[in-house]
């Protein structure tokens, strides 16, 4: 016997898929971020910054590191949401589209990294870097097209996405991951690349600035 399902009932399923393939999304950029940001702000309670001054390496060193560091730890926990997403939530992302995805998130894992580093330079203190990072990260969830496409929200959330980075993060993976036709991916690819290096260059600034 086949069973169909109402587009009243396939809404909700939908929904949900939307939804848990933007958390995905948003562990990339929040795993990143706040781990890097800890990291770099752990220094200074620990007091071990002082060591980190008297080394002979150089300060590129200490970022690529950190930035790295920030990556793997936004990865790892990307991969868990993603095992969440296809385990409960029946996503399900076609093969052919990853390496565009994967394209996309390495640059901007990077990027949160690097702007992860200059808060935690600047503030130094993990209590005040993990209420920043998680209620910025969040709003944008549900104001950025994670919660629901941009184009559904209130007109003036919609002009805000048109300045916020994230936004255009969330529906490029989006689109990119469900549409059948997706739009070019070259606009969001440099885009990335060039946050890359802006947020890795922010936080060797903020680094340089702090130590």
Do not use: K
């Amino acid at each position: 016997e086949i069973y169909t399902l109402s587009l009243h009932d396939a809404l909700p399923i939908l929904v949900d898929t939307f939804i848990a393939h933007s958390a995905v999304i948003l562990a990339i950029m929040v795993g990143s971020a706040l781990n890097a940001a800890i990291m770099v702000a752990r220094e200074w309670e620990h007091r071990t910054v002082q060591e980190i001054r008297l080394a002979p390496r150089p300060l590129a060193d200490l970022t690529v590191g950190t930035i790295l560091a920030g990556v793997v730890t936004g990865m790892i926990t990307a991969l868990l949401a993603l095992a969440v997403a296809v385990a409960v939530f029946g996503v399900r992302i076609p093969i052919g589209r990853l390496p565009v995805l994967l394209a996309i998130a390495g640059p901007v894992s990077v990027a949160c990294a690097g702007v992860g580093i200059a808060i935690g330079a600047w503030l130094r203190d993990y209590r005040a870097v993990q209420p920043l990072l998680m209620i910025t990260f969040a709003g944008s969830f549900f104001a950025s097209g994670g919660f629901s496409s941009v184009a559904t929200l209130p007109r003036g959330v919609q002009v805000f996405d048109r300045f916020w980075p994230i936004a255009h993060v969330f529906e490029t993976m989006q689109a990119q991951a469900w549409m059948v036709d997706p739009p070019s991916a070259v606009p969001m690819l440099v885009g990335s690349l060039l946050a890359a290096a802006a947020g890795s260059a922010l936080g060797m600034w903020a680094l340089r600035r702090r130590l």
